[in-house]
């Protein structure tokens, strides 16, 4: 303790002795002057060097130095003077964190120790990449660019092009040069610049493949640009009355006039009307009465919806569902009543798709081989059909098990050469004199541009018939007994037999796209196809040759027509099925497939059960792979997924759709002709009976007999007899007639089919008259 303390302590003593304490007036035990209280206000001292500076009897000073240093304790014990107040560091100039050309500031004592006190620079920050103008420790702050940046600007999108922003002041300028979006207009380019070319623009020119101004229904549009519709496209709207009903004929269309050549000109879905001759024939000049315009149904025929004279149709139960396992090279058995997988069978090959029931319900499938030689496999659906080679009892699948020697499999069948790859199967309806056969198999060979024709028996490759130029990917017989093929390049192709040969018809498919996938056929001999790239389905007439298109949701594939209410059913990649109208032609509904804790993927074959319900083959969807969905369309829910083999990739006529109807084999009905009119209705006795005119099909498996017998007076016809007048095929119209003049005719029409399909039609029949004309 220095001298000088001890003294003033000695000061404090006597006059604490002497006088008390000192007046307490600022409450920090403080005596007026500022001396220090050494003592407690009521007299009691606190321990030497401690002092109470705060009069709450405590002495929580304690008395250091003289020296009051920056460390945040009152060392003189003396409030009066702040912390680090004699500090000798506090004042020494210091430089912060700014730049070094900042001004240097000084050490203050601050709450955390010592601090370097800066003063504020106001010059503003300039954005010149180098210093710290405002002196805030940091360089360019706020500033977008610097100097003499540049950046490129807008889209080179479209019919956009890039500009180029220049740094002024810390900020990029607006967008210099280039050329930005502006409003889309009718031109074919992408003016808004967002990938699109006229896009939302009202159409207003539709195409029109033959140039007579009228466009199909479904027709592709786009927006009419200034200059009116380009080549190839109508501004004509195709509404109803003005649709084109073949867009590959310049000559039909609704603005065209009726003829005579059993061709629908004016697209309003009849064959020439009001242009007959009253024979019935097409031959100018020709008086005599006509039959068939229209024909009324009998208890024996019926009639198309063209009003042709046919056979009526008995009803042939289905009840399976076949399913190709393409990465597995097995087929899938379902019994579509219980949805239950009740056999599994080697099809002998690799990359099986293609499936078709014959007339007994066997199912034929074709193996793709891609590498090798194709191949068709024929399983038995019925036991008396299956073979016991070492006679120990049947042996074959009944569930998802597969056998190596399964006895209901059929020998396996070589189709083509190398690397023709079987594409498209269909069963013809040659079922032999007793309607008991399975009809005749035909072969599509995809990359061998050939149909085989094998006999549905004895599986031997009967005839092959090249199609240069044609791919067959897909194939349907219709009821007539045609056979009708799409290559996936867009072609349709129609293949007759006449005298042992076959006639084959190509047209070109009216799509916005190529690349067709599914193929079926009505039971009024209408074709189905779909358009896979385009999202389209297409419809063809031959009767009325006439086209018919409606958009679809995406990837349609698969197809099937249920004949009895006239609704197909397409299947899309993404787990969907669509049902459309036929005729016409219109999409009514579509139906998620992703039910029951499944969602099928990779949809691809569809078809129709006898039971009213479709099955779709999908790709993905079950553990074990595949699954066969059914789904009832009545209302619109999946009541079933039966997981199957990997990857069917099955394509055709998987549920026998194509065998639910066969022709009646005969019908037979009359018609009695009066002649030459006369004032009291009674048979003329002058009317000759010239020449029998036939306009008819015979189908690829009927006949057409025509007989007549004469009398003079109607009721005498019951005692005539019939004689045959003409026989088709075979016979040529017109017919020469050597009846007596005078008199009555009656004809006796009788239809005939030697098969399941192939029955004949006849749209019209006349006898040819001369009368005599006025005296």
């Known amino acids: 303790m220095s001298r000088a303390w001890l003294s003033r302590v000695g000061a404090l003593v006597l006059l604490s002795g002497v006088f008390g304490c000192a007046a307490d007036r600022s409450g920090l035990a403080i005596g007026d002057g500022g001396a220090r209280d050494g003592q407690f206000d009521g007299g009691f001292m606190c321990p030497e060097g401690t002092f109470d500076l705060d009069g709450d009897g405590r002495c929580e000073c304690t008395f250091s130095s003289d020296v009051e240093s920056c460390d945040g304790i009152d060392n003189d014990c003396d409030p009066s003077t702040p912390d680090g107040a004699s500090d000798p560091t506090v004042g020494r100039p210091c430089d912060g964190d700014d730049a070094d050309r900042c001004e240097d500031g000084a050490f203050v004592c601050a709450a955390a120790g010592f601090a370097c006190e800066e003063p504020t620079d106001n010059d503003a920050e300039l954005c010149d990449g180098v210093e710290d103008d405002d002196c805030d420790g940091v360089i360019d702050e706020g500033c977008s660019c610097t100097g003499d940046d540049t950046r490129s600007c807008g889209s080179d999108e479209g019919e956009c092009s890039r500009g180029l922003q220049r740094c002024v002041g810390g900020v990029f300028s607006s967008c210099e040069g280039g050329q930005g979006p502006v409003d889309e207009v009718c031109n074919a380019l992408d003016d808004d610049c967002d990938g699109r070319s006229d896009e939302a623009l009202a159409a207003g020119c539709w195409v029109d493949g033959d140039g007579d101004s009228y466009a199909m229904a479904g027709a592709a549009s786009q927006c009419a640009p200034a200059g009116g519709c380009p080549g190839g496209f109508t501004s004509r709207r195709p509404s109803s009355g003005a649709q084109d009903c073949n867009d590959g004929a310049m000559g039909i269309n609704p603005g065209a006039s009726e003829t005579c050549d059993l061709v629908d000109q004016d697209c309003d879905g009849r064959i020439d009307e009001g242009v007959t001759s009253p024979c019935g024939g097409c031959t100018p000049g020709c008086a005599g009465e006509a039959w068939g315009e229209p024909f009324e149904p009998t208890d024996e025929l019926a009639v198309t919806s063209s009003g042709e004279l046919t056979l009526p149709r008995e009803v042939v139960e289905a009840g399976d569902v076949w399913v190709a396992n393409s990465a597995d090279g097995t087929l899938t058995r379902i019994d579509a009543e219980r949805a239950l997988e009740v056999g599994r069978f080697h099809t002998g090959g690799t990359e099986p798709s293609r499936v078709v029931v014959d007339w007994r319900g066997d199912a034929w499938v074709a193996n793709r081989e891609f590498d090798g030689v194709g191949s068709v496999r024929r399983i038995a659906s019925e036991p008396e059909r299956c073979v016991d080679a070492d006679g120990d009892g049947l042996e074959t699948s009944t569930d998802s098990r597969v056998l190596d020697e399964d006895e209901c499999a059929g020998p396996l069948i070589a189709v083509g050469e190398l690397d023709e790859v079987p594409r498209a199967l269909a069963v013809d309806g040659n079922v032999g004199p007793d309607g008991g056969g399975p009809g005749d198999l035909w072969v599509g060979l995809h990359d061998g541009e050939a149909v085989l024709h094998v006999d549905g028996l004895t599986g031997a490759v009967l005839a092959r018939y090249e199609l240069p130029g044609f791919s067959p990917y897909a194939a349907s017989f219709d009821p007539w007994g045609a056979l009708w093929m799409i290559s996936r390049d867009g072609y349709l192709a129609q293949i007759n037999r006449v005298a042992g040969e076959i006639v084959v018809d190509v047209r070109e498919v009216p799509l916005p796209c190529y690349l067709l996938y599914g193929l079926d056929v009505d039971r009024e001999g209408r074709v189905l196809v779909t358009g896979f790239s385009c999202d389209r389905v297409t419809t063809f007439d031959p009767a009325t040759q006439r086209w018919s298109t409606v958009s679809t949701p995406p990837s349609v594939r698969g197809a099937v027509i249920d004949d009895a209410t006239g609704t197909a059913f397409v299947a899309h990649t993404d787990g969907r099925v669509s049902q459309l109208r036929v005729d016409p032609l219109a999409l009514e509904a579509t139906w998620d497939l992703s039910a029951m804790g499944v969602a099928p993927l990779g949809s691809i074959g569809v078809g129709f059960d006898a039971f009213g319900r479709v099955w779709v083959a999908s790709e993905n969807g079950s553990a074990s792979g595949g699954v066969a969905t059914r789904l009832d369309p009545n209302e619109g829910q999946v009541t079933a997924q039966v997981p199957v083999g990997q990857s069917p990739h099955t394509q055709g006529d998987l549920t026998g759709a194509k065998r639910t109807e066969r022709f009646a084999p005969s019908g037979t009905v009359t018609r009695v002709f009066r ?101």
Do not use: K, M, N
């Not at 005539?720 to 005719?745: D, H």
């Not at 030697?754 to 004309?773: F, H, K, M, N, T």
């Open 675 to 775: 002649g030459c009119p006369t004032l009291d209705d009674a048979p003329s006795p002058d009317t000759e009976w010239l020449r029998l005119h036939a306009l008819l099909d015979p189908g690829a498996y009927g006949t057409v007999i025509l007989e007549g017998r004469h009398a003079t007076t109607e009721a005498g016809l019951a005692a005539a007899t019939f004689e045959e007048l003409a026989r088709f095929p075979g016979s040529t119209s017109p017919i020469a007639l050597t009846f007596p003049t005078g008199g009555v005719v009656e004809l006796r029409l009788t239809l005939e089919v030697d098969g399941a399909i192939g029955a004949p039609r006849v749209r019209r029949l006349g006898l040819e008259q001369s009368c005599p004309g006025p005296e």
